[in-house]
C-alpha cells in the first residue's frame, strides 16, 4: 500500500466472518464437482477408488491440521451420505430438518436457485411422475416446485438413513432446536461423543436462539 492508501484504508477494512457454511467450493476444486453439483443423491456405488482417495486424502488433512476430537462437515441439499457412509464407515450423521414451508420460502428468495429454469433444466434432476403432476396440478407453481424439491431430499434422506443404520443417525428438528436449544444441543453432543464443558458453555452463551423466527415464511 502507498502512504495515501494507508490513510483510507481504515474505511474500506474488511471483516473476516468465521462460522458454519458448505465447502462446495473446496469440494469442487479439492476431490469432485461431483460433490457441489450432482442432480442426484450420490451412493456408496459413486465411491470409485479415485474419488475415495481424494475424499479421503481432502478430510485426514483437515482434521489433522484441526486436531480436534471431533471434525464437523455442515453439508445442505443432498444427503451425500450413502457414499460418505462408504469412504468413512465410522462417520456418524446428523439431519436437521426444517419445516418444508419455510425451506421453501427460503429458496424461491435466493440467487442460486435454479427452479425459477423449471424442473426439466434445474439442479435436481427430472421429477418423478406424481410430483410432476402435483406441479401441474398447482399450475407450475414455483412456490410448489420449491415445495416438491424439499420432498425430493426428504425422500432421499431417508433411503440414506435406512441405508446408513440408526446407530449413526440423529435425526433434529429445527424448530425443536430453536424453542429448546439447549436439551437439543446437548443431544447432538452426545450422539457425538462430545462432553458440555465450561468453555463450550461459555460459547454457546454468546448466541441467540429467536423462537419467532419459524414463522416468518407466513410473513412473506
Known amino acids: 500500500l502507498t502512504q495515501r ?3 483510507i484504508a481504515p474505511l474500506v477494512a474488511l471483516r473476516l466472518r468465521f462460522g458454519p457454511s458448505e465447502p462446495y467450493e473446496l469440494f469442487s476444486r479439492h476431490v469432485s464437482v461431483l460433490l457441489s453439483e450432482s442432480n442426484r443423491d450420490l451412493t456408496a456405488d459413486d465411491a470409485t477408488p479415485w474419488l475415495r482417495e481424494r475424499l479421503t486424502r481432502f478430510f485426514d488433512r483437515r482434521v489433522a491440521s484441526q486436531g480436534k476430537q471431533v471434525f464437523l462437515c455442515k453439508l445442505s441439499g443432498w444427503p451425500r451420505a450413502r457414499l460418505l457412509h462408504e469412504v468413512f464407515p465410522d462417520a456418524r450423521f446428523v439431519h436437521v430438518i426444517r419445516d418444508g414451508r419455510a425451506v421453501a420460502e427460503s429458496m424461491l428468495s435466493r440467487p442460486w436457485w435454479t427452479g425459477f429454469r423449471g424442473p426439466e433444466k434445474w439442479a435436481y434432476g427430472p421429477l418423478p411422475d406424481d410430483y410432476k403432476k402435483l406441479w401441474e396440478a398447482h399450475g407450475r407453481s414455483y ?3 420449491a415445495g416438491l424439491q424439499w420432498m425430493l431430499m426428504m425422500d432421499a ?5 435406512a441405508e446408513v443404520g440408526d446407530e449413526r443417525w440423529l435425526e433434529v428438528r429445527f424448530e425443536d432446536l430453536v424453542a ?12 457425538a461423543g462430545l462432553a458440555w464443558t ?8 454468546k448466541y441467540r436462539f429467536v423462537p419467532a423466527r419459524r414463522d416468518e415464511y407466513r410473513e412473506t
Open 5 to 7: 492508501d494507508h490513510r
Open 157 to 161: 434422506f431417508d433411503v440414506a438413513r
Open 180 to 191: 429448546a436449544p439447549r436439551t437439543g444441543f446437548a443431544e447432538i453432543l452426545r450422539f
Open 198 to 205: 465450561t468453555r463450550f458453555d461459555g460459547a454457546f452463551s
Open 143 to 145: 412456490i410448489a416446485l
